[in-house]
């Protein structure tokens, strides 16, 4: 029985001291986010990922990528985003439990991946520094950059790089180069139809088209534009009229 008890403990020992080994090879090993406060990012993990994938299956990759300050964004561009993807951005500390919890609930029920839990400097943590594979060490990675993020960086300063670098479509990064490529105009000079299009296609890039929209991306858009009158960051007479235009774009194409 001694024996026994002694197996356990040595086990437990054994994984305690794997367990902070694993810890601090994961925290020395973590990128220095404090540098984004004076330089924007050049390229990101994802486009070297998009980059690999195509050379791996024989085509062609163009990467359009180009920056732009965040005060040259429309306000409704930056409140669509937050809205549509983390809606409590402004006064959590990287990690929305509310949402995480909602999202295992759903994702238990349908007994598949359905609803995600990201917050928008989760998002930024992977889209910058990992890869898109699933494990559990991926994961517990982006949870600590984006620890790290929301303590070195500033609010607006986290919303100004995901807007940049957040994948839109096939080989386009960036509210930027999604309006150029899309709509042929600058960021600034986006309508607000185009604005609600654009940030309905986040969770999906690769699937969903601005200029082709889906049902569901019409769906999403008015979801976006309900939620935009419910914080009260339009008026009840905005929400009828670009409801309509958001109809009318979408019945002439």
């Known amino acids: ?125 992977k889209n910058l520094y990992l890869s898109p594979e699933r494990s559990i060490y991926r994961k517990l990675r982006e949870m600590a950059i984006t620890y790290q993020m929301e303590r070195h960086l500033s609010k607006r300063r986290i919303l100004e790089l995901y807007l940049n670098i957040i994948e839109l479509g096939p080989g386009v990064f960036g509210v930027q180069a999604a309006s150029q490529y899309y709509f042929g105009v600058s960021v600034a000079n986006l309508t607000p139809v185009q604005i609600l299009l654009l940030a309905a296609t986040i969770p999906s890039p690769l699937k969903h088209n601005p200029n082709r929209p889906t049902r569901q991306l019409h769906w999403r858009a008015n979801m976006i534009l309900k939620r935009l009158k419910f914080y009260g960051d339009i008026s009840d007479s905005t929400f009828v009229q670009l409801q309509g235009e958001l109809k009318a774009y979408l019945g002439h194409r």
Do not use: C
Request: hydrophobic share 50%.
């Open 1 to 125: 029985m001694k024996a026994f008890w002694r197996s356990v403990l040595i086990f437990l020992i054994s994984l305690i001291v794997l367990g902070l080994f694993l810890a601090a090879h994961l925290w020395f090993s973590l990128p220095d986010v404090r540098e984004l406060n004076q330089r924007n990012p050049e390229i990101t993990a994802l486009m070297q990922y998009r980059m690999r994938q195509a050379e791996l299956q024989g085509l062609p990759f163009h990467l359009r990528y180009q920056w732009v300050e965040i005060r040259r964004m429309p306000r409704l561009l930056q409140r669509s985003v937050i809205l549509a993807e983390d809606a409590s951005f402004w006064v959590h500390r990287g990690f929305d439990w509310h949402e995480v919890r909602a999202a295992f609930r759903k994702n238990l029920q349908t007994g598949r991946v359905v609803r995600g839990g990201s917050t928008i400097t989760q998002q930024l943590a």
